[in-house]
């Protein structure tokens, strides 16, 4: 498995950051964060996109719901990005 942490910054500060594993063309994204004060100006879908761009060859990626806040807010989030809801989670094939 290979790791890695994407972040987002501005102005020295760090606005969203997440977790990904990537294991051949599956892609798992978890501890997906972001400030508070930051929320709902498009920080988070841009680094999820970023992520997704930057790793051409996952044809499936996974975001488990652990620790998730508010799933319903998740989910509309998660599909805003092509994701669909499963159990436990949200997958794009």
């Known amino acids: 498995d290979n790791h890695?942490?994407?972040?987002?910054?501005?102005?020295?500060r760090l606005l969203a950051a997440v977790r990904v594993t990537l294991s051949g063309t599956e892609g798992a994204l978890d501890s997906l964060r972001v400030r508070e004060v930051t929320r709902r100006r498009?920080?988070?879908?841009?680094?999820?996109e970023e992520v997704l761009r930057?790793?051409?060859?996952?044809?499936?990626?996974?975001?488990?719901?652990?620790?998730v806040e508010d799933r319903g807010v998740?989910?509309?989030f998660m599909q805003a990005l092509?994701?669909?809801a499963q159990q436990g989670g949200w997958e794009k094939r």
């Open 82 to 84: 092509g994701f669909t």
């Open 4 to 12: 890695r942490i994407y972040a987002a910054r501005f102005n020295e």
């Open 54 to 67: 930057n790793n051409p060859g996952v044809s499936c990626w996974w975001m488990a719901d652990a620790g």
């Open 74 to 76: 998740m989910t509309a």
């Open 42 to 48: 498009g920080v988070g879908q841009y680094l999820l």
